[in-house]
Nanobody, 115 residues
Framework: QVRLVESGGGLVQAGGSLRLSCAASGSIFSINTIGWYRQAPGKLREWVAIVSRDATTNYADSVKGRFTISRDDAKNTVYLYLQMSNLKPEDTAVYYC???????WGQGTQVTVSP
């Protein structure tokens, strides 16, 4: 079982930047892919970015060129980051960290981008 804890959300003006962090602990040997998802009010949860064990990354078209995902595999913890730049009001959502495309989820962190 993997435990995920996100942090780093907040309120930022359009055009600003934020860095989200996620710490994965527990059965980290089971983690192949780890990524970020988000859910805006009234909308379905959507995939944002994902990174595999070999550091291959993929991004949703809506964030490509603005967001950068990275991971750091430490001894007992996998750290996941999302550097978000040039933020837009439509990026407002609760951002979740998830392993292996939805097997485990964190509690989420709120990102709000004001116009």
């Amino acid at each position: 079982q993997v435990r995920l804890v996100e942090s780093g959300g907040g309120l930022v003006q359009a055009g600003g930047s934020l860095r989200l962090s996620c710490a994965a602990s527990g059965s980290i040997f089971s983690i192949n892919t780890i990524g970020w998802y988000r859910q805006a009010p009234g909308k379905l949860r959507e995939w944002v970015a994902i990174v595999s064990r070999d550091a291959t990354t993929n991004y949703a078209d809506s964030v490509k060129g603005r967001f950068t995902i990275s991971r750091d595999d430490a001894k007992n913890t996998v750290y996941l980051y999302l550097q978000m730049s040039n933020l837009k009001p439509e990026d407002t959502a609760v951002y979740y960290c998830s392993t292996n495309k939805g097997v485990s989820w964190g509690q989420g962190t709120q990102v709000t981008v004001s116009p």
